[in-house]
């Protein structure tokens, strides 16, 4: 059978051939939601490792890319609240990692930007014809935004599913 991305039940059973290709899955899921390839790699490779932090030089010769593209690569993990930078008393090289709960922050930082984006429509509504495919645009967006952040409180939902999850643990 072959090691197939798109088919999970395709990953192999050994563990080293399993983490090349679970990064590689992840960089293509993480490439199809509209981010890059290398980021997707970074942030898969970072998903499986138990260490408290890897430095920049390890991530660029595990997923044999370069060191440039690590750092900018890395810093728009960061700005996406998907890595963050760990310190180690008496080390110059900063290291990369995730939270246990990168998800969790994932959610409240998307709750942020939607409750911005309603604001920016509520704003626009006013300047717009009303009756206009324009205001019908804006007043869609800021009621979609406004439903997503007043209807689908995703990060209190997740908070309790992993409550409800860990409690039967």
Request: charged share 25%.
């Amino acid at each position: 059978m072959t090691s197939d991305p798109r088919h999970p039940e395709s990953a192999p059973a050994q563990r080293a051939e399993f983490h090349t290709w679970f990064v590689d899955a992840f960089a293509g899921f993480w490439q199809g939601g509209g981010g890059t390839r290398i980021g997707g790699r970074i942030a898969g490779y970072l998903l499986l490792s138990d260490a408290d932090g890897v430095s920049a030089d390890e991530l660029a010769r595990e997923l044999d890319i370069s060191r440039g593209s690590v750092s900018s690569h890395v810093r728009k993990l960061e700005q996406g609240g998907f890595v963050h930078r760990v310190r180690r008393p008496g080390a110059r090289t900063h290291y990369f990692a995730m939270d246990a709960d990168v998800w969790g922050g994932f959610l409240k930082q998307e709750q942020t930007y939607l409750a911005n984006q309603r604001a920016l429509a509520e704003r626009a509504l006013d300047h717009v014809a009303a009756g206009g495919l324009a205001h019908e645009r804006v007043r869609n967006m800021r009621d979609y935004m406004g439903w997503m952040v007043d209807n689908r409180a995703l990060d209190t939902e997740w908070a309790r599913f992993k409550a409800e999850r860990d409690a039967q643990a």
